[in-house]
């Protein structure tokens, strides 16, 4: 009998938290341009149809929960170049943000980064618009956008850092933020300047960058970023209407949000932020994801805060990775299923290695964030190259209990994207998590 039961709770933590399936979405071919920071996002309206994409101008496309995918390339007249941003709205339309080459020619052009681009698809990821242009103001630089959708109202907000100068070391040169909405992702409002103080145009630590919107219940718009050692965050209680006179200083990242993993050529630690819409107790949080090297260069660490009031205070930096320290985890992103009010941290991960090897992490929480779990989902370690471009990011999404993770991997100085779709019953069980909703008040 104790055999049978020992084998039984064997089985089911297997099951829990066995092997996660790997999918690899692309693979680096010869003469190509490696791939990498991948995007990815589910249908609000069909959650087996999910969209990824990576650099330069990769699409791939699923309708059956990832079973099958197809490749396309993105093609636009303002061109296509970088720092590819997928998001889906309520109607199941996808939006496919990215950086602009109008020539073509790639940094042999002084046009490259001389707008943002949002495309758009109606059919679920297979067709995409030409395009419209977000933030033109040639000669300076639009880089590093991020994008969300009001649940309230479709709407969607993008932001970013815009550079007089991409790369200048003029002491002259800023970098500032930027903020633009639509209705429909075809006409853009004009650019609203969020950020107090400006950043030089360096692309480190010292630049204002890494601009990360989030929309509350309330449509309450919050914005946060990286400059000086230090993450910031604007707000607006009228649309975007009037802003802070002085941004909200969340706290320090020592260091900064530009550092070094041996191996990779380029690590960044910026933010993502996250405002609760789920129908839980913890409806109108906010939530901060980083990563910074607090602890020394040789032990980079992810993080996480939340404020209760609207970002006015927050919680103290909770260590998300729950290895023993010394060892590196970084280039985390963070996502929430507005329908659970599940959260999700993606990470890569070195504590099982003595050497540049490395894993990929998932961290779930069901309690807002006042604790997470750690599990391990790439099926085998890979070992990056700093020779060859890694990219900046990593990329998760959820939603109706469906997790979508897409991160870069490296083999032999070659990459490809992975994605793997995970089921919360897989992290949580069948069970109820014991989350409470929100109470509705009783008429009277």
Known sequence: MRICLLFFLLFATFSTHGQFKNIVLDQQQEGERAPAEPSIAIS????????????LDKVYVTKDGGKTWTKQKLTSSMGVWGDPVVISDKKGDFYYFHLSDPKGTNWQSEEI?????CQKSEDGGETWSDGASIGFNHPKDQDKEWAVVDLNTNDIFVTWT????????????????????????KKWSEPVRLNQYSGDCVDDDNTAEGAMPAIGPQGNYYVAWSHDEKIYLDRSYDKGKTWLRNDIKVGN????????IPGVNRSNGMPVLIADNSPTQYQGMLYLNWSDQRNGEEDTDIWFMRSANGGDSWTPALRVNDDEPGKH????????????????????????????QTDVYLAYSNNGGRSFE??????????PDEKYFFGDYTNIVAHEGRIAATWTRMDDGKTSIIASIIEDTELFGEKDSGKKKKKKKKKK
Not at 44 to 55: Q, T, Y
Not at 166 to 184: E, F
Not at 374 to 383: D, G, L, M, R
């Open 374 to 383: 750690n599990v391990k989902i790439s099926e085998t370690p890979f070992t």
């Open 113 to 117: 980064l001389d707008r943002i681009v």
């Open 329 to 356: 985890q970084f280039l985390s992103w963070m996502a929430l299923d507005n329908t659970t009010g599940y959260l999700y941290i993606l990470y890569y991960d070195r504590r099982a290695h003595e050497d540049n």
């Open 44 to 55: 609000l309206k069909d959650k087996d149809n999910i969209v990824g994409s990576a650099i």
């Open 253 to 260: 990242q020592p260091g900064g949000w530009a550092f070094t």
């Open 162 to 185: 815009q550079f007089d100068d991409y790369g200048s070391k003029d002491p002259d040169c800023q970098s500032n933020i930027l903020l633009s909405t639509s209705s429909n992702g």
